[in-house]
């Protein structure tokens, strides 16, 4: 069965700092990975998605991630952090039966 | 309207109540999801539809009961519900329910039940 789990559930990063939020999977299929993010008091909004093409993805806002199959991780990293970007981040992967398994969630707060 | 809307954003309901969760899609896609988003949980898949057809329903208790008319609207009827459904509603849409669909998600409904 596929899994997911986000190392920390809080993450607080200066201004202009790198972002890195982790995200480990266990899956016994090549999996589909996805980044989510949900700004406060809305929905979630996808990031990027990893569905095993290229394994650097780039997505909105400047994150990117990448697959490491061998450390079976999709950590999300962005090089400099902004104030906008104070949101919980969620990562998630899709099971043989296409549902999204999700972790439990990452807050990240942007100290000025 | 584009995307996927909630409405309403916020209810409060007692016990004893019956109310319903509306969700509305403007993306042309075949399949809607209603997930739970409770404090420090993962998000929990309670239901989908595919092509109007229910696929999936996550042992979710009969209090909770979905209904999909169309491709288009998913709605949630909510009856005698207890204090810990209290939580945020979330209703998504995808082309389909297949691998590489993205989910779009629509604002949620936060329900507080007294």
């Known amino acids: 069965a596929q899994s997911v789990t986000q190392l920390g559930s809080h993450v607080s990063v200066s201004e202009g700092a790198l972002v890195l939020l982790r995200c480990n999977y266990s899956?016994?299929?090549?999996?589909?990975l996805f980044w989510y993010v949900q700004y406060p008091n809305q929905g979630l909004q996808l990031l990027l998605k990893y569905t095993s093409a290229a394994t650097l993805v780039k997505g909105i806002n400047g994150f990117e991630a990448e697959f490491k199959k061998s450390e079976t991780s999709f950590h999300l990293t962005k090089p400099s952090a902004h104030m906008s970007d104070a949101a919980e981040y969620f990562c998630?992967?899709?099971?043989?039966?296409?549902?999204?398994?999700f972790g439990q969630g990452t807050e990240l707060s942007v100290k000025p | 309207e584009t995307g996927v809307t909630q409405t309403p954003r916020h209810l409060v309901m007692g016990m004893t109540n019956k109310k319903s969760l509306k969700c509305e899609q403007h993306l042309g896609h075949n399949a809607m999801y209603w997930y739970k988003q409770s404090a420090k949980k993962p998000l929990e898949l309670m239901f989908v539809y595919n092509f109007k057809e229910q696929t999936e329903n996550n042992s979710v208790p009969s209090r909770f009961s979905p209904e999909c008319p169309n491709s288009s609207h998913l709605f949630l009827h909510l009856h005698t519900l207890q204090p810990e459904d209290s939580a945020l509603y979330l209703c998504a849409s995808s082309q389909e329910s297949g691998n590489t669909d993205t989910q779009y998600f629509g604002p949620g409904t936060r329900l507080t039940v007294l």
């Open positions: 998630a992967v899709r099971d043989q039966g296409g549902k999204l398994i």
């Open positions: 899956s016994s299929v090549p999996p589909y």
